[in-house]
């Protein structure tokens, strides 16, 4: 990809409405690693506004991965370098794909965390993408380098970082950590607030989160402002019971409602 497409896109504090997906593949034999340099390479979503029918970028990727024909008798580790994480409906297919693949392991490593999907459930699809076997991490300094490295056609230029890559990248790590490590038992509501306010956070983002997967078809029946208002009603609940009353109802801080990457 050119240098612009790349920045524009994996630059960490920005909102790009496209989904770019780098991945490289290597055998495993014993504890060598053998690059298969023949499945390099990138894959972008295919939106609204497109000649082409839509679909994400994970799908096109995994697509890629059936047409391979990998022998089974070989184990193999693929390698994602992904523009925003994945959503919940592609979480959902990839942790399928694992349990169906049990030769292939996967790690993805995400710019951003995607969370506009109102009903989407994104951290119980990354949770179960985790419990899968795949390993999902923030992509720090060396991951941008290495994608800037192995993808971009840079003509010669060294990777430059943009202003407020690693604290971003830092707060990015601590918020997926606390979606891939708080569990509460099924059918548990959080009782008093816990004493520290990270792990509050991590309780209602993984409480929200459950019970928006549970409550989907009734409030997807409502008229859409009923439906908002009673997530708000049920995240305002939430924050009061976590002691999280300063956070902002759903709804209020992400741009393009209904940007589907």
Known sequence: MDEYTFTENFNNQGWPCKTYLCYEVERLDGDATIPLDEYKGFVRNKGLGQPEERCHAELYFLGKIRSWN????????????????????????????LKENRHISLHILASRIYTNNRFGCHQSGLCELQAAGARITIMTFEDFKHCWETFVDHKGKPFQPWEGLNVKSQALCAELQAILKVRVPPGCFPGPPPSSPLLSLGLYVWA????????????????????LAAEQGLQGGLRTSLGLTALRPVGSSFPDQGWDP
Do not use: E, V
């Open 70 to 97: 990998l022998d089974q008798n070989q184990h193999y580790r693929l390698t994602c370098f992904i523009s925003w994480s994945p959503c919940y409906d592609c979480a959902q297919k990839l942790t399928t794909f």
């Open 208 to 227: 929200t989160g459950s019970l928006r997967c549970s409550m989907q078809g009734l409030l997807s029946s409502f008229p859409a402002q009923a439906s």
